[in-house]
């Protein structure tokens, strides 16, 4: 079946393309059983089987014995593999026989904790009293769920907020608390990750206080390193359980590269692809004139509209009835309107979805005919959850990967092992992030004053500096007993978890005063600057106005026939080098350094890429400091390599491009988590230097996983460089979406002769050395 729905895909192709780069066939696995554990009271287990579970598979067992034996627990185990019913066996067991004992779950996103509750509601077991408590709960019942509630549904925002610094107000919950499931915990990465993680260590010290001592079972996508990253995130040693035991049908993976339209050129004069949305409309026009039910994912909120919209038009040239058989499906949607969806998707009436990632988290469908994948969605873990979504046992399914035009999805289909046969990247999180911890341990000593003890759950003698240093700014204060919080106000409110860098810049219509969406701070120089054209789903709007003390940028309707594009100038400043191996002219270090970013201008560009004109802004100078990775090369390595002096600013650029566009492969960040500067002669280093930078103050991780991984990372950098079928540069290899300088200059060959000079220069000199 998968492979025919491939052939029928094949055929639809415009004459002259040859889009497909690979095709995987991934074999069919059979279920393994187990027997329910006697634990389990016999009341869950009819309640289980009325709602259609009649025997657990291995891995669920697994995980629950070792919650039920109170260690503290991870499952890491594939979309669709029933890792609920891994926790919900402890902690309804616990429940129903403990008539007082109570439970937690956290999960990162409402709709997948509203999924939960309601599948635990569902079972309707005596006298457990589910129930939500997060930003939507009414007042009144907050009362109620505080007092009778013994399994409380919430996120990482609501404990942060509302939960941990009113304890008191929850001493009796806290009390008796057994279990605390933390759900999807993969998606805890970055500085949004290393928040969760000193938020888990607050909720342990204020569970201890009232004598608690919860048992922590966390659910993740299949990742690499899960008992790790389980245990950084919660900071209690975990097991993992990895084995999945969960039937699943045979798969066909393609994966997929839109072709160069010869008639259209795009900025700097580089050739354009058919855009991965484009395509990907396409192929689901054939699958579902196939009669094949499949879900496209699409990395935009318009684009899951634009993808479903395409697609309906071309069908109705084939048949008038399909049209009303796609949908575009998003976050923002009614939790009736979803199921509403998901039930007709399931059912067979409609047909094709086109869905932004709101999608990947929980949501009940699976079992489909072909998924399409425009665009790598960020991490391996969320691809294979996405492709999960596909494939019922004894049925085969496609799977389509459709690359788009960047660095990173041209190296991944040209490299199928790296997507296909690599194990999914481990969670990149730092609580040992001094800009995290502060904060957080402001928090944690107005809940409960902080010893020299408890310090050691946050991070030892790093967390003992930072409390230092917050006592000598009079944050704390440090009394015989420990340090305590002195202020009247809780400093809650102002942290925030989600890691978007401060107080957000809110974009408000001038007219009529509706706020259209916030820009992080750190952005809003290049996003909303005077002048700046501002997308609103689909809506262009101008920027008359940015005040960053009022947090506010006034912006009226207008759609000119131009985008705007700012021009920056970004210096970086080495303040320490941590680490640097040097190896015969080449040098790699890992340190902080300041980066000192000035928007100076803006241009106003047509369509066509023609440059209207420039025109210059008077905006501060922001200041960064945060980690960095660099390297440097010499002069004479540069010139063995046949770069001429002209030629090598545009080729270290290009090479910082590149790199910046595949560090996502290796850490679990984003490409706009990170930064570069290149340049000819860096006066700290007096050498020819890449830098690439966290873009979050104090960083987060991210260059250091760089660090650790930079043989593989700037291989597959290089790799994707020489796949890429462009001339000179386009963006699937060397342009970058954010670049200040306006893609200027670049010079994709010498990139490419830069990277294949470190590497080897690397290689020769130390073979053995950092090759992780
Ligand atoms: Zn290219
Ligand atoms: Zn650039």
């Known amino acids: 079946m998968s492979r025919l729905l491939l052939d029928r895909v094949l055929a639809g192709v415009p004459h002259g393309e040859t889009p497909l780069r690979h095709v995987r066939e991934l074999p069919e696995r059979s279920a393994a059983f187990a027997d329910w554990p006697s634990w389990v009271p016999s009341d869950l287990r009819t309640a289980l089987a009325r709602c259609g579970v009649e025997r657990p598979w291995t891995h669920q067992v697994a995980a629950a014995t070792h919650a039920r034996e109170g260690r503290h627990v991870v499952i890491a185990t594939g979309t669709a593999s029933g890792k609920s019913l891994a926790y919900q066996l402890p902690v309804l067991s616990a429940l129903s026989e403990n008539r007082r004992a109570t439970a937690l779950y956290l999960s990162p996103t409402k709709a997948l904790g509203a999924d939960q509750l309601r599948s635990v509601r569902d079972l309707d077991v005596e006298d457990v009293r589910p129930a939500s408590y997060d930003g939507d709960t009414p007042m009144p019942e907050r009362d109620w769920v505080r007092a009778h509630a013994r399994w409380v549904f919430t996120n990482p925002d609501m404990l942060h907020r509302g939960i941990l610094p009113a304890h008191a107000r929850w001493a009796s919950f806290f009390r008796r608390l057994t279990h605390v499931v933390v759900d999807e915990c993969h998606g805890y990465r970055g500085v ?3 928040h969760v993680a000193l938020l888990l260590r607050r909720l342990r010290r204020v569970a201890a206080k009232y004598g608690a001592d919860p048992v922590f079972v966390l659910a993740s996508a299949t990742v690499s390193e899960p008992a790790a990253s389980a245990s950084r995130l919660s900071g209690v040693p975990c097991v993992a359980v990895t084995e999945d035991a969960s039937p699943r049908g045979a798969r066909t993976v393609a994966l997929w590269e839109p072709p160069l339209l010869p008639e259209l050129s795009g900025e700097n004069g580089a050739p354009v692809r058919r855009s991965a949305g484009a395509e990907t409309a396409r192929i689901m026009t054939d699958l579902v004139v196939e009669g094949a039910r499949t879900l496209a994912f699409v990395r935009s909120r318009r684009g ?76 391996l873990a969320s691809f294979w959850q996405q492709a999960g979504r596909a494939g019922r046992a004894g049925d085969g399914a496609l799977v389509v990967f459709v690359a788009q035009d ?77 340090w305590f919080w002195t202020s009247r106000e809780r400093p809650h409110a102002s942290v925030d978890i989600r890691g978007s860098g401060g107080e957000q810049v809110a974009v408000v219509e001038a007219d009529s005063g509706r706020m259209l969406g916030t820009v992080d701070p750190g952005a809003a120089f290049t996003t909303v600057h005077p002048g700046a054209v501002y997308l609103h789903q689909g809506t262009s709007y101008v920027v008359d106005d940015l005040d960053l003390e009022t947090g506010l940028a006034m912006v009226h309707r207008e759609d000119p026939e131009w985008s705007t594009s700012p021009r920056e100038q970004v210096d ?67 010139a063995d390599a046949g770069l001429t002096k002209h030629e ?111 590497l080897d220069t690397i290689a020769t000199s130390a073979p053995k050395s950092k090759a992780s």
């Open 406 to 482: 960047n660095p990173l999805d041209t190296y991944l289909v040209h490299n199928p092992a790296a997507m296909l046969d690599k194990p999914v990247e481990a969670t990149v999180i730092d609580p040992a992030n001094p800009y995290v911890l502060a904060p957080q341990l402001a928090c944690a000593a107005m809940e409960l004053p902080l010893t020299e003890k408890c310090l050691a759950a946050f991070g030892g003698q790093t967390a003992k500096r930072v409390v230092e240093d917050l006592t000598k700014d009079g944050v704390l204060r440090k009394r015989p007993t420990g």
């Open 304 to 379: 899951a509209e634009l993808t479903a919209l395409s697609a309906r038009h071309a069908l109705s040239e084939v048949d008038p009835s399909l049209p009303a058989r796609v949908a575009a499906y998003r976050a923002g949607f009614l939790p009736e309107e979803r199921r509403a969806l998901e039930k007709s998707l399931a059912d067979g009436t409609l047909l094709g979805v086109a869905s932004t990632n709101a999608l990947e988290l929980g949501v009940d469908i699976a079992g489909l005919d072909a998924v399409v994948v425009a665009g790598y969605p960020g991490t």
């Open 648 to 758: 090598i600013p545009g080729a270290l650029h290009a090479a910082e491009h590149a790199a910046i566009g595949l560090l996502p492969l290796f850490a679990t960040c984003d490409r706009w988590d990170i930064g570069g500067v290149s340049t000819a002669l860096h006066p700290d280093t007096g050498e020819p230097t890449v830098f690439v930078h966290d873009g979050h103050p104090g960083g987060a991780g991210f260059a250091d996983r760089a660090h650790a991984a930079l043989i593989p990372w700037l291989t597959a950098t290089r790799d994707a460089i020489a796949a890429c079928e462009c001339p000179a540069g386009c963006p699937s290899c060397v342009q970058s979406p954010k670049c200040g300088n306006g893609n200027e200059p670049l010079h994709k060959d010498g990139a490419i002769r830069v990277l294949a000079t470190v």
């Open 192 to 194: 949004f990750g290393s």
């Open 572 to 638: 970086i400043t080495v303040l320490s080098v941590e680490e640097q191996s040097r190896h015969n002219g080449v040098t790699v270090n890992l340190g902080e350094v300041a980066v000192t970013s000035h928007v100076v201008a803006y241009l106003r560009k047509l369509p066509s890429g023609q440059v209207l004109d420039q025109v210059p802004l008077d905006l501060p100078e922001q200041t960064l400091h945060t980690r960095a990775v660099w390297y440097t090369l010499t002069d004479d390595l540069l």
